[in-house]
């Protein structure tokens, strides 16, 4: 079992930087595909990234790719989001999750087959 801590949120300006981390505990961080999501006021929860065990593997969902890279540090049990050229429509709470299944390589954007998740952060994005 693992225990995820999203923070780095805030409010930012439109065209801004911002990098969102999510700490982990428990020895077992790099068994786990790690992906990020977000959810805005009135709408579904939805993928924005994924990273493989190793971090040889990057999903984005297409509203983000190009603006946002997520990257891990197994030896400091951290994944990161570094979001830059924000948009307003990047307002969301930003959660990320941890996916336990048995393909090392396999970065899923589906939202069930993530096991676990932290209590989110908020991104706020003024125009």
């Known amino acids: 079992q693992v225990q995820l801590v999203e923070s780095g949120g805030g409010l930012v300006q439109a065209g801004g930087s911002l990098r969102l981390s999510c700490a982990a505990s428990?020895?077992?961080?790099?068994?786990?595909?790690m992906g990020w999501f977000r959810q805005a006021p009135g709408k579904e929860r939805e993928f924005v990234g994924g990273?493989?065990?190793?971090?040889?593997?990057?999903r984005y969902a297409d509203s983000v790719k190009g603006r946002f890279t997520i990257s891990r540090d197994n030896a400091k049990n951290t994944v990161y989001l570094q979001m830059n050229s924000v948009k307003p429509e990047d307002t969301a709470v930003y959660y990320c999750?941890?996916?336990?299944?048995?393909?090392?390589?396999?970065?899923?954007?589906?939202?069930?087959?993530?096991?676990?998740w932290g209590q989110g952060t908020q991104v706020t994005v003024s125009s």
């Open positions: 999750a941890a996916d336990e299944g048995v393909f090392p390589f396999l970065v899923t954007t589906i939202l069930t087959e993530y096991d676990y």
């Open positions: 990273i493989s065990r190793s971090g040889g593997r990057t």
């Open positions: 428990g020895r077992t961080f790099s068994t786990y595909v």
